[in-house]
């Protein structure tokens, strides 16, 4: 065999491999996406503490360790994406706390649980809700560039705010 064939032998063989690898990862992430069961348990009860900022005339209460680090996308509704994260020890119960934009769009969460470093997705777009993809499912984008999301717990204190790139 001569070692041009053996070049095209060796390239072909890594092209199969690679897409059929990939067929698998994309076939395994779908079906475990569609399947996987919704974890709901009661979070520990908040302590609530002094510590405050001041942000925009409304008070952030900073005692529960939870932040908005990105919104993704904006503008754009098949791709916006908020992302919540929560860095605290123990469990976060988000049911019925408030994602809203300077527009009075709000998004109230269903009953989710974030875990230690724990974070959820919150598409703008329609879809199925899963642990780690939640689906607002509006008809037009949300998050325009330079305004605030605010993130509100289930009794109505900002408890985070990120400022749109």
Do not use: C
């Amino acid at each position: 065999m001569d070692r041009r064939k053996l070049i095209q032998y060796l390239l072909l063989n890594v092209f199969v491999s690679a897409s059929v690898t990939g067929a698998i990862l994309f076939w395994y992430d779908r079906n475990y996406r569609n399947s996987a069961p919704v974890v709901i348990q009661q979070a520990a009860p908040v302590v609530s503490s002094d510590d405050s900022e001041s942000t925009s005339g409304t008070d952030l209460q900073t005692d529960i360790p939870v932040k908005i680090s990105s919104v993704v996308g904006a503008g754009v509704l098949s791709s916006e994406i908020v992302i919540i994260k929560f860095e605290g020890e123990g469990q976060l119960d988000l049911t019925s706390w408030q994602l809203k934009d300077e527009d009075g769009n709000t998004f109230t969460f269903p009953n989710i649980v974030l875990y230690p470093n724990g974070a959820v997705q919150v598409h703008t777009a329609a879809g199925t809700d899963n642990v780690i993809d939640l689906y607002w499912g509006t008809a037009d984008s949300v998050w325009d560039s330079s305004e605030e999301a605010r993130l509100f717990d289930s009794q109505g204190n900002l408890r985070a705010v990120y400022k749109v790139p």
